[in-house]
């Protein structure tokens, strides 16, 4: 067998030195040296009969050069089987090589590469997910964080076991807002509670508008039991075609129909129904009561995936049953939660249609950020809609996002009196929660600005009470108001304010 030498470029080959021509007498040394930067690629010629040894050592060199070229590739399954085509590889020197020795420096330093290049492409992850999805575009910009994908790449490369630490830099780098952070494995299957889909899947759209799976699913999650996996392709969500829709816009499809199941088509023609798990999580509605007089009061302390739900029944419980007057919705200490299930709640005081909060995201193009409008949906029996009921909504320093798009949407659209001794906490700013491939855990990315109704901004500033509540304390014990206090105040916001958005605005 003849070798000809191509001097083109190919990633290493493991175990090979730089300019080796090999010829067919050759047999496996007894150690390699180094991986080198640059190989002169092995070409077969059919010739001269070679030994089986020879021959399987050949298929090593070949196999591992192919694996290694697919190994930069930008996909996540041609990586995966360039890492596969990389075992082969492995597989292949071993049979040829008659010397346990050398067979366990080879898994050696194959497992030590490999170990070398998943740190490096650890960090690359991180960096990648930031320059994607990060709201603000004049962070990503910065010099820091321009430099800091190769930077901390190659000391992750060089120091495998620091991987975590140089992931940790990249994300300082930024010098990002202080939601967006790295989480480890027990918290990233913690937030799980907020997950609307309700089956173990992050998707988003890709450049080409497909929606993908860029997570991998949730630990027994019906998509992890279902075997899907990272760039898996949907076509359609409960039988509507998603591509060129946004992330929001799955969670508005699935929030629509609602149901204990989601059919799934996948790119592959596959189709899937996976069971939804929502009710494994806390009760966000964990007091309710009513007054002699007819107040009902119920404490909402999150919303997450059984917020809709609940509040649909327990309104039903109140007003249809009970037949209060008015309700007191108890939002103090209510940190907030899932965007969607905030969208949800208000849709039970607001008619089909009306706008609920202005979402801005990471500008595609300089000096036009993408800003949409979320708008109240239709709600399917059982849950029943509350049109102009008098509602009153508590709030103190502790009711923050979710809490806070709720209650500025009521507000703005003249549907809800704020109560309260101090503003509320004022974060205006929504996070997505994506699962990391190259480690475990996640990454925590602010995406987007979120502002009322009226277009006036929440972040730093927070919703301010219309009228007072007697105590800053959200243990201290407070009376229900009378329902004719309720509905008198009630009457006094709906006489000073008016809702002047035109049903013609753009709907998300």
Not at 38 to 66: N, Y
Not at 246 to 263: A, Q, R
Request: with cysteine; net charge neutral.
């Amino acid at each position: 067998m003849k070798i000809i030498d191509s001097t083109s470029y190919l990633p290493r080959i493991l175990g090979t030195p730089a300019h080796t021509t090999l010829s067919s007498s050759l047999h496996a040394p007894a150690s390699f040296s180094p991986p080198a930067a640059r190989l002169r690629f092995p070409i077969f010629v059919i010739g001269a009969p070679i030994s089986q040894q020879q021959m399987m050592i050949k298929i090593f060199l070949l196999l591992q050069a192919i694996a290694n070229g697919l190994e930069h590739s930008s996909s996540i399954k041609w990586l995966q089987i360039g890492r596969r085509i990389g075992g082969a590889a492995l597989a292949a020197l071993q049979i040829a090589s008659n010397n346990p020795v050398l067979r366990q420096d080879v898994a050696w330093s194959y497992s030590a590469q490999e170990e070398k290049e998943k740190a490096r492409e650890s960090v690359y992850e991180v960096w990648d997910l930031l320059n994607k999805y990060y709201y603000d575009t004049s962070a990503l910009r910065n010099e820091n964080f321009q430099e800091s994908r190769t930077k901390y790449g190659q000391g992750a490369f060089n120091e495998p076991e620091a991987a975590g630490q140089a992931r940790a830099q990249v994300v300082k780098s930024l010098k990002a807002d202080k939601y967006t952070r790295l989480i480890d494995a027990a918290q990233y299957e913690a937030i799980s509670k907020y997950d609307i889909l309700g089956i173990g899947l992050i998707l988003q759209p890709g450049d080409d508008g497909i929606c993908r799976i860029t997570s991998p699913p949730l630990p027994g999650s019906s998509a992890a039991k279902a075997g899907l996996s990272v760039d898996d392709t949907i076509i359609s969500i409960d039988g509507v075609d998603v591509k060129g829709l946004s992330s929001f816009d799955y969670l508005d499809i699935v929030s629509k129909v609602g149901g204990n199941s989601i059919n799934l088509k996948l790119g592959s023609g596959r189709e899937l129904t996976l069971a939804r798990k929502l009710d494994a999580v806390a009760d966000p509605v964990p007091t309710v009561k009513i007054s002699q007089d007819g107040t009902g009061y119920l404490r909402l302390t999150e919303f997450n995936t059984r917020t809709d739900r609940r509040l649909g029944t327990i309104l039903s419980d109140l007003i249809d049953d009970k037949k209060a007057k008015a309700i007191v919705i108890d939002l103090r200490g209510n940190g907030g939660g899932a965007f969607q299930s905030a969208i949800d709640a208000a849709s039970y005081f607001l008619p089909t249609g009306t706008p609920v909060v202005d979402i801005v995201e990471q500008e595609k193009d300089p000096g036009s950020p993408l800003r949409s409008t979320f708008r109240a949906k239709d709600k399917q029996p059982p849950n029943h809609k509350i049109y102009n009921f008098p509602l009153e909504l508590w709030i103190d320093r502790g009711s923050a996002s979710s809490s806070e798009v709720f209650a500025g949407a009521l507000r703005d659209n003249c549907a809800a009196v704020v109560a309260g001794k101090q503003t509320s906490f004022g974060k205006g700013l929504i996070q997505a929660v994506l699962g990391l491939i190259q480690a475990e855990g996640g990454l925590i990315v602010t995406v987007a600005q979120y502002y009322t109704p009226a277009n006036k901004p929440v972040q730093g500033i927070g919703i301010s009470p219309d009228i007072p509540l007697p105590t800053t304390s959200f243990f201290a014990p407070i009376s229900l108001p009378e329902s004719t206090k309720v509905q008198a105040d009630f009457a006094a916001l709906s006489q000073s304010c008016s809702s002047p958005f035109p049903m013609s605005r753009t709907t998300k």
